[in-house]
């Protein structure tokens, strides 16, 4: 089966540049739509024909009529076939081209923009919105063939028999049109408030998921329950009255379009009676006629189902962009040099907020260092790793390899920066694959750096063990163990590692801490930790006050020059001598 067709394409928020793109899949539903329901009026004909043919029993002219409306049948069945083949064809690659362009515009999202998104939000837009709306786009395109063009075909050859008869039979058409053009505001107001909803929904179940274990060791998962069976109601009534108005007007629409057979058979029946129609004429009219009214019937439905793509075509709407790789061209500007960062006078607030977190911080760090952060709870030690990421707009200087942070692309930061948050951030696959992230690399070395062997010969599985849901199957060490390995696999040049031993005895953290020293020694690792009990061991430390000042040294020199430090040392080497 060949490959979907998953190109770039220029202004990707013009819907009519979907059909554009696909041209030649495009040119064979219009052949085919073409034959198919201009061929399609041959039935009724030929129906006509054959009941002719059985009234005045004319055995030859049965058979021959019976064959060529077999025959038309065929192929008209073959041109059906080809058209909604082509039509699923279109649809299948608009929705992939979509997604892709969903995707590849959260791909380039800055940070500040992924803060302020709703992950809910996110999936009913890149999933059902997408769906929507491709499923009105494909019904659109039926719809010109089926409806369209089969209307026009049939018309014209209604009026071929009867003019007066075919004028009275359709009048009432236009009405339905009116009715279903009334109802497209509320239909649309309807629709859109249900999808707003979903995507509340959708967020809802996300954390609730993420969270369930929380809610049941803290009794309070009935009350969650409760206020998510209130969101499901409103969902439901929602979700009804979006979709009652564009279902359930069907039969009405049907009916309008349907009394003009009072015209069809009152004048029709008198010119069989009159002699002028044969019993095969008048069959056919009919046929026609109930064919182009149960078409017209669902041309209004289209109307109100074309409303409800148009609320899921203006919500993703946004989030199409023209596709894009991440920028992987290295330039020329930075120089390799032991000085691996420079930081001056840094300022960082996120986009969020008013005020500064951290100001006019200053630190030089070489290859082969580590540099250890601590500080008071809120005191800007996580705000420093985040800036050093070049997420966010700083303030001041910060340069990698003699060259400033901002002007590195995305993809050379990637190469430059490892960063370990709070958070494991575990995927839901295996050791190797949460490690290597889909990359083919060999993981001992790591494994054996984060004090990982003895864990893994308890593990049947090995690197290919499942971790579970965020890591749920391991214990906390574990999972801050597989994360560390992580953020080392590559040896990047500057290694940020916030709070990574929170979940890791002291003995495990001072053998990870020399694996450090010996084998990352291209590498600048700044340590943002509470715990001190290492920090004797490290280059240089930077300590955080809650009023925004630093002290900066080494650690003999901090314990004669900062009281803050001495005493938080002190106290922890006191209480781990309690512990032993």
Same mark, same amino acid.
């Given at each position: 089966?060949?490959?979907l067709?998953?190109?770039p394409?220029?202004?990707?928020?013009?819907?009519?540049?979907?059909?554009?793109?696909?041209?030649?899949?495009?040119?064979?539903?219009?052949?085919?739509?073409?034959g198919y329901?201009?061929?399609?009026v041959?039935?009724?004909?030929?129906?006509?024909?054959?009941?002719d043919?059985?009234?005045?029993?004319?055995?030859?002219?049965?058979?021959?009529?019976?064959?060529?409306?077999?025959?038309?049948?065929? =192929?008209?069945?073959?041109?059906?076939?080809?058209?909604?083949?082509?039509?699923?064809?279109?649809?299948?690659?608009t929705?992939a081209?979509?997604?892709?362009?969903?995707y590849n515009?959260?791909?380039?999202?800055?940070?500040?923009?992924?803060?302020?998104?709703?992950?809910?939000?996110?999936?009913?837009?890149?999933?059902? +919105?997408?769906?929507l709306?491709?499923?009105?786009?494909? !019904?659109?395109?039926?719809?010109?063939?089926?409806?369209g063009?089969?209307?026009?075909?049939?018309?014209?050859?209604?009026?071929?028999?009867?003019?007066?008869?075919?004028?009275?039979?359709?009048?009432?058409i236009?009405?339905a049109?009116?009715?279903a053009?009334?109802l497209?505001?509320?239909?649309?107001?309807?629709?859109?408030?249900?999808?707003?909803?979903?995507?509340e929904?959708?967020?809802?179940?996300?954390?609730?998921i +993420?969270?369930?274990?929380?809610?049941?060791?803290?009794?309070?998962?009935?009350?969650?329950?409760?206020?998510?069976?209130?969101?499901?109601?409103?969902?439901?009534?929602?979700s009804?009255?979006?979709?009652?108005?564009?279902?359930?007007?069907?039969?009405?629409?049907n009916?309008?379009?349907?009394?003009?057979?009072?015209?069809?058979?009152?004048?029709?029946?008198?010119?069989?009676?009159?002699?002028?129609?044969?019993?095969g004429t008048?069959?056919?009219?009919?046929?026609?006629?109930?064919?182009?009214?149960?078409?017209?019937?669902?041309?209004?439905?289209?109307?109100?189902?074309?409303?409800?793509?148009?609320?899921s075509?203006?919500r993703? !709407?946004?989030?199409l962009?023209?596709y894009?790789?991440?920028?992987?061209?290295?330039?020329?500007f930075?120089?390799?040099?032991?000085?691996?960062?420079?930081?001056?006078?840094?300022?960082?607030?996120y986009?969020?907020?008013?005020?500064?977190?951290?100001?006019?911080?200053?630190?030089?760090?070489?290859?082969?260092?580590?540099i250890?952060?601590?500080?008071?709870?809120?005191?800007?030690?996580?705000?420093l790793?985040?800036?050093?990421?070049?997420?966010?707009?700083?303030?001041?200087s910060?340069?990698?390899?003699?060259?400033?942070?901002?002007?590195?692309?995305?993809?050379?930061?990637?190469?430059?920066?490892?960063?370990?948050?709070?958070k494991?951030?575990?995927?839901?696959?295996?050791?190797?694959?949460?490690?290597?992230?889909?990359? !083919?690399?060999? =993981?001992?070395?790591?494994?054996?750096?984060?004090?990982?062997?003895?864990?893994?010969?308890?593990?049947?599985?090995?690197v290919?063990?499942?971790?579970?849901?965020?890591?749920?199957?391991?214990?906390?060490g574990?999972?801050a163990?597989?994360?560390l390995a992580?953020?080392?696999?590559?040896?990047?040049?500057?290694?940020?590692?916030?709070?990574?031993?929170?979940?890791?005895?002291?003995?495990?953290?001072?053998?990870?801490?020399?694996?450090?020293?010996?084998?990352?020694?291209?590498?600048?690792?700044?340590?943002?930790?509470?715990?001190?009990t290492?920090?004797?061991k490290?280059?240089?430390?930077?300590?955080?006050?809650?009023?925004?000042?630093?002290?900066?040294?080494?650690?003999?020199?901090?314990?004669?020059?900062?009281?803050?430090?001495?005493?938080?040392?002190?106290?922890q080497?006191a209480?781990?001598?309690?512990?032993?």
């Open positions: 089966m060949s490959r067709n998953i190109k394409m220029k202004d990707p928020d013009k819907i009519i540049n979907y059909w554009k793109k696909e041209k030649f899949v495009v040119a064979c539903i219009v052949l085919f739509g073409l329901n201009i061929l399609m041959l039935g009724p004909i030929y129906q006509g024909k054959l009941i043919s059985l009234v005045n029993k004319d055995f030859n002219s049965i058979l021959l009529t019976s064959a060529e409306f077999i025959f038309i049948i065929g =192929i008209v069945q073959l041109f059906r076939y080809f058209k909604r083949f082509y039509i699923r064809r279109f649809a299948n690659s929705s081209t979509m997604r892709l362009m969903v515009n959260i791909m380039h999202k800055t940070a500040e923009e992924l803060d302020n998104e709703n992950a809910g939000n996110l999936m009913t837009r890149a999933v059902s +919105d997408v769906d709306c491709v499923e009105g786009m494909r !019904k659109f395109t039926t719809e010109i063939f089926d409806t063009v089969m209307m026009l075909t049939y018309f014209i050859f209604m009026l071929i028999y009867d003019v007066k008869i075919t004028i009275l039979s359709i009048m009432f236009p009405f049109y009116l009715l053009e009334k497209k505001v509320i239909i649309y107001k309807y629709t859109n408030a249900y999808r707003v909803k979903s995507s929904v959708a967020d809802m179940t996300l954390s609730t +993420d969270n369930a274990l929380l809610y049941r060791i803290s009794g309070v998962e009935h009350i969650n329950r409760k206020n998510f069976n209130k969101e499901l109601e409103d969902l439901q009534n929602k009804i009255k979006a979709n009652i108005l564009g279902n359930s007007m069907q039969p009405i629409y009916i309008i379009t349907m009394l003009g057979i009072i015209a069809v058979i009152y004048f029709g029946g008198n010119k069989v009676l009159d002699g002028i129609w044969t019993i008048f069959s056919a009219f009919i046929t026609l006629f109930t064919d182009i009214a149960r078409k017209a019937s669902k041309a209004s439905k289209l109307m109100n189902s074309v409303q409800k793509s148009q609320v075509w203006k993703i !709407k946004p989030y962009t023209e894009k790789e991440k920028n992987k061209i290295i330039d020329g930075d120089k390799d040099t032991n000085e691996v960062l420079s930081i001056n006078n840094l300022s960082f607030k986009p969020s907020s008013d005020k500064y977190i951290i100001e006019n911080i200053n630190l030089n760090g070489m290859s082969g260092e580590i250890g952060v601590t500080g008071p709870i809120a005191s800007g030690k996580s705000s790793g985040v800036s050093l990421l070049g997420l966010y707009p700083y303030k001041g910060i340069k990698i390899n003699n060259k400033e942070l901002k002007y590195y692309n995305d993809y050379k930061k990637s190469m430059m920066i490892s960063y370990l948050g709070h494991p951030q575990l995927l839901s696959d295996s050791i190797y694959n949460n490690i290597t992230l889909g990359n !083919k690399k060999d =993981i001992t070395q790591v494994l054996k750096d984060v004090c990982f062997e003895e864990d893994l010969k308890n593990m049947e599985q090995g290919h063990t499942l971790v579970g849901s965020g890591g749920i199957r391991l214990s906390g574990q999972q163990r597989i994360a992580r953020t080392l696999l590559n040896k990047n040049k500057i290694i940020i590692l916030d709070d990574p031993f929170s979940a890791v005895d002291m003995k495990t953290e001072e053998k990870i801490i020399e694996n450090l020293r010996k084998n990352y020694k291209d590498s600048l690792i700044i340590l943002i930790s509470h715990r001190l290492i920090f004797e490290l280059n240089k430390i930077l300590i955080f006050h809650n009023d925004k000042t630093v002290e900066y040294g080494t650690h003999d020199e901090l314990m004669k020059t900062s009281k803050l430090y001495e005493s938080i040392y002190n106290l080497c209480v781990g001598d309690d512990d032993e």
